[in-house]
């Protein structure tokens, strides 16, 4: 037999050498994708409003820089955890990019008068709530992101895209019901994360007590 606390085995050192995992470089190709998301916010915003925001073929710019930037938020997140490469910034850089985009496109939509208000307000109100309730109960546990969260992701990004595009008739028509079925996720997601929410920090002051 090997390994007892007297054989050699158990005497020897284990290496120094040994070689350990190295961090990931900040300048992968996750975040690479993800700066080059926050980057678009801006150019988005200034394509969406040029020639006074109602120009088919600036709409249509800006409709494939608002889409390069979900192509991009479809991939980083996945390309970290695959090659692991997720990193520090990448897990605070990944939220803001995703909602910066969105809310971008959102604000500047009921700017122009294309989306009612109340729309934005809806889904911009969800996300920071969200945003909140996840600092609010991390110390007990981490939210997973649903199925329904990702569908309801999906959604948002299609029907705002629609939204960007100059559309008439049945398309126009179509963005609106997509549109809608985007608020009633937004919502019904929102309110089962609020579910795990108050469950989760019961069960975690439940937990503390009787740790004492």
Do not use: C
């Amino acid at each position: 037999m090997t390994g007892g606390p007297g054989s050699p085995a158990a005497a020897r050192p284990a290496r120094s050498g040994a070689v350990q995992p190295a961090e990931p470089s900040l300048w992968n190709i996750a975040n690479l994708l993800t700066m080059l998301r926050l980057a678009l916010v801006p150019v988005f915003v200034v394509l969406l409003f040029a020639d006074g925001g109602h120009d088919p073929k600036w709409r249509s710019v800006a409709w494939a820089a608002f889409a390069i930037a979900m192509i991009t938020d479809v991939f980083d997140g996945e390309i970290a955890r695959r090659k692991g490469l997720v990193t520090d910034f990448g897990k605070i850089a990944d939220p803001i990019a995703d909602k910066a985009i969105m809310g971008a496109a959102l604000i500047g939509l009921s700017v122009l008068g294309d989306l009612p208000w109340w729309v934005t307000v809806v889904i911009l109100a969800r996300e920071l709530g969200i945003t909140l309730m996840r600092f609010w109960v991390i110390r007990y546990s981490v939210i997973p992101a649903s199925r329904g969260g990702k569908i309801k992701t999906l959604t948002q990004g299609i029907a705002v895209g629609m939204y960007v595009l100059p559309l008439t008739g049945l398309l126009a028509t179509a963005r609106a019901v997509l549109m809608a079925v985007a608020v009633l996720l937004t919502v019904g997601t929102g309110a089962d994360y609020v579910r795990q929410a108050v469950r989760l920090r019961r069960e975690g002051l439940a937990r503390k007590r009787e740790n004492g």
